[in-house]
């Protein structure tokens, strides 16, 4: 029974150990207290380098929407350029990515033992080196103050799925958006 309580408090630490950090800075000497509302700087886009399916003109939309919904939620308020206390920016960036993955053949999964290879005689184990490429997303969210300065940028980075549906598609850019603004505007400590 002690077994038990030790390796569900492992378990625990461990899982405590994997949360992910968000990914975002700020200008320190920004007093965000006094920022209550925002409007978009008109380049606002993607960079689009040949994947045209992940940065459409649908995906732009659901970006906007997202950030919109999200800083609305915390209570700032949408104004016109000329009138708002920061700008807001957004960037999307597709990389392919490449991920290695030990594999082996054998049935029990690891295979150590001694035996004949090349005609020598010497310790193995059976591994296998998996390579693949995926495509990952960033989304990177800028404040910029009126005098165009960079005051808060926070990033996140996700792998792309080719083969979603609509419904998939907005519901991981929300998630996304989620992540990326959950430490704006930020608390001071």
Known sequence: M?????LLIIVALMLVGCKSTPN???DRSVNFEKINTYAWVVESKSQDNGDNFYTSDINQKRIVTAIDRELQSKGFRKVAP?????????????????????TTTHPYYWSFGYGYHHSHLNWH?????????????TLIVDFISANKELIWRGAEQSRLSEKSTPLKREQKINEAVQKVLVNFPPQFQ
């Open 2 to 6: 002690i077994k038990i309580k030790w």
């Open 82 to 102: 000329n009138e708002a206390d920061v700008m807001v920016n957004y960037q999307t960036v597709i990389d392919t990515k490449r991920e290695r993955d030990l």
């Open 24 to 26: 975002y800075d700020y």
């Open 125 to 137: 184990m059976n591994l296998n080196s998996a390579q693949r490429e995926y495509k990952a997303g």
